[in-house]
Structure formats: C-alpha cells, structure tokens
C-alpha cells in the first residue's frame, strides 16, 4: 500500500509556464483534495473533490484547475505560473466527505516559480 | 469567523523531558479535532482525533485532550524522543462540512 503518492517532489518553473501536479492514491478513498502550506500559514485547500465526478473550489482556487481522472486520481494543473504560486502541494484523500473521517496526506511537491 | 490558533509557535526541549502545546478554537458547530504530526519535508500524519464528547485521547507518549466548554485543546508529550522534533498541526472540522481548518502549528525541537 503506498497510500498517497505525488509527483514530481520537485520543481521550479519561470514566471507564466505551466505544469501539472500529479496525485495518486490506492485506498479506494472517494474525496481528493489539494493543499498549499506557505511558511508562518496553515494548510490553505485550493480544490477538492468529494467524489469521482465532481470538483470544488476551496480558499485559494485562483490560478489553478483541477481534474479528478478517475477515483485513484486527482491533478492540479498552473495554467501560467506566477511567482506568488511557490508553496509547497500537498494531495490528500480521505474515504468519505464526512468530517469524521481522517485525511491522509502525500509527502507534497516543492515548487519554485521564479 | 471560524480559526485555529496555535501557541506556542516554536518550542525547544531536552530529550527525555515532557512538553504541552496549545490549542484555541472559534469554530461553530464544533464536529472534531485533530492533531496531526508533520516531519521537516513530508506530509502530515494524523496522531489524534476527538469529538465533541470525549476528553482525553492517547496515542502512545502522545496524550490529547478536548474541552468542548472553552474550545480548547492539548497535545501533551512525555518523555520526549529526537524523533519528536516535527511540526504539531491542530485541525478542527465543523459540523456538516466537508472542510478542515487548520492551524499554523507548533515546530517543536528536540535536542540531546
């Protein structure tokens, strides 16, 4: 079981480039979600999707899009990649959409935009 | 509006001794919270979760605990390992929602 799995881990894009983050996970979970963390700021959800088929926009959506493949798969993609967009990614899933259930996290994508 | 506010937000401590980080919540209506461990380069990893009713929760050296009256909660770690030295999450979900709201966290060190 690799649980959550994100590619690249790292990458660094100049100013209005575009590229997509990839996740993964294996445990049949239904929800998908996408994370930035920024230093000194929690976890801010860009996209999530609670179930195949369906996407959401969370706190910060702008700048980026969302495509939910299929149940195991959930990119994000920077259509024109700005400076003010390095963070660092994480992807996440959980089994259902209820707050009682526990996400999991990927080991998240480093990415510089200079 | 709903918030998680952490403190303190960095904390320094000798192997083999105990700590307490803290937890302040405004988030209405409460539904649960977690605590959740993040190592320096990788994804968090949830340590604890609680409901409105339970107050105290243990995982391991890890012991948490809730009061839902003054929303607020506490990560307590005995007897402190190196391998504690990470970044403490607290998160709280509302009630009927499917979004978490996150803390900035506590960056704890653990020093020989």
């Known amino acids: 079981n690799a649980g959550v799995t994100q590619?690249?881990?790292?990458?660094?894009?100049?100013?209005?480039?575009?590229?997509?983050?990839?996740c993964a996970q294996d445990m049949n979970h239904n929800s998908m979600y996408w994370y930035r963390q920024d230093p000194g700021m929690g976890l801010r959800l860009i996209y999530y999707s609670a179930s195949e088929g369906t996407t959401d926009k969370g706190?910060?959506?702008n700048g980026y899009n969302v495509s939910r493949l299929n149940k195991r798969e959930f990119s994000l993609?920077?259509?024109s990649a700005a400076p003010s967009q390095t963070s660092v990614y994480f992807c996440a899933s959980r089994p259902g959409a209820s707050?009682?259930?526990?996400?999991?996290?990927?080991?998240?994508t480093r990415l510089t935009v200079l | 509006k709903n918030q998680v506010e952490q403190s303190p937000q960095s904390?320094?401590?000798?192997?083999?001794?105990?700590?307490t980080?803290?937890?302040?919540y405004t988030v209405s209506p409460f539904s649960n919270l977690r605590w959740y461990k993040q190592d320096t380069g990788r994804g968090p990893v949830s340590l604890t979760i609680m409901t409105f009713s339970e107050n105290t929760k243990s995982n391991g050296r890890y012991t948490a605990t809730l009061d839902a009256d003054t929303k607020?909660?506490?990560?307590?770690?005995?007897?402190?390992?190196?391998?504690?030295?990470?970044?403490y999450i607290c998160v709280v979900s509302a009630q009927a929602g499917t979004a978490l709201i996150f803390g900035?966290?506590?960056t704890l060190s653990v020093s020989s």
Do not use: W
Request: proline share 5%; glycine share 10%; with cysteine.
């Open chain 1, 59 to 61: 706190e910060v959506p």
């Open chain 2, 104 to 106: 900035k966290g506590t």
């Open chain 2, 21 to 24: 980080l803290q937890c302040n």
């Open chain 2, 11 to 19: 904390l320094i401590i000798l192997e083999g001794k105990n700590c």
């Open chain 1, 77 to 79: 993609r920077l259509e």
């Open chain 1, 99 to 108: 707050g009682q259930d526990t996400q999991y996290f990927g080991p998240g």
């Open chain 1, 7 to 22: 590619t690249p881990k790292f990458q660094v894009l100049k100013t209005g480039q575009s590229m997509t983050l990839q």
């Open chain 2, 72 to 87: 607020q909660s506490s990560l307590h770690i005995t007897a402190s390992q190196l391998s504690d030295s990470a970044s």
